[in-house]
């Protein structure tokens, strides 16, 4: 892009992350900026803000998962992503808001801009309300934690064990946090969670599949594209 000469004025960038995190977004962003300001600081940078609760990319989720739903299931496990919950107090630009009290991401606050537990709740929200997912057939975890810091609870690993011992037989995962598959998709969730959720007693696994190529989410993603920052 450097070598395309005058011409070139802004580059539009997309992190294909749809929830704020410093480990995720921030870092991203922090690269571009500082490697455009060394190969050409005269080109301007537009970021595409996090889309978590976009009505394109929920309309993507929904048609993505709609095969699995349709097939008839128990319950809904949302499988998000963990993070230590330093970094969502780290973030809170009040300095008081996440994590202070049990119900905090139901209470309004411009720490929303950059809570990740805040916004994939949005998401879940968003897409059972798009779906038509009961309230008692649905819950959200947190997988891939990592060293001895607090995590965000409650884990995945928990949770899958926790429903088939419930009596949940016929269970659907879904990962929103990721738009394409990867070992956190596919050997995490779709072969070790799907052997805890059996091993515990379940009978039926559905793994939905991430975004990918999915067309809906491929002509959002163009849109934006097109349209600049949304």
Not at 3 to 8: A, D, K, T, V
Not at 17 to 31: G, K, L, N, Q
Not at 71 to 77: M, R, V
Not at 83 to 100: A, F, I, N, Q, V
């Amino acid at each position: 892009m450097e070598r395309s000469g005058p011409e070139l004025e802004e580059i539009f960038f997309v992190p294909l992350y749809p929830h704020y995190a410093m480990s995720t977004i921030e870092t991203a962003v922090v690269a571009a900026r500082k490697e455009l300001a060394r190969v050409a600081p005269r080109v301007r940078l537009e970021v595409q803000p996090p889309f978590y609760d976009h009505p394109q990319y929920i309309d993507a989720l929904v048609d993505s998962a709609r095969p699995s739903l349709d097939g008839g299931f128990d319950h809904l496990l949302f499988s998000y992503h963990g993070l230590p919950e330093r970094h969502l107090r780290k973030t809170d630009p009040t300095g008081g808001h996440c994590l202070r009290t049990a119900s905090c991401c139901s209470a309004p606050s411009s720490a929303f801009a950059t809570c990740y537990r805040a916004q994939a709740f949005r998401t879940t929200e968003a897409f059972v309300e798009k779906a038509g997912v009961a309230p008692d057939r649905f819950s959200v975890a947190f997988q891939s934690r990592l060293g001895r810091d607090q995590w965000l609870e409650p884990s995945t690993d928990g949770e899958l064990g926790r429903l088939a011992r419930r009596g949940v037989r016929r269970l659907v995962v879904m990962c929103p946090a990721f738009v394409s598959d990867c070992l956190e998709t596919l050997e995490e969730i779709g072969i070790r969670g799907r052997e805890t959720f059996l091993g515990a007693g379940g009978e039926e696994f559905s793994l939905v599949p991430c975004l990918n190529e999915n067309p809906v989410w491929l002509d959002a993603l163009s849109g934006w594209c097109r349209e600049g920052n949304v």
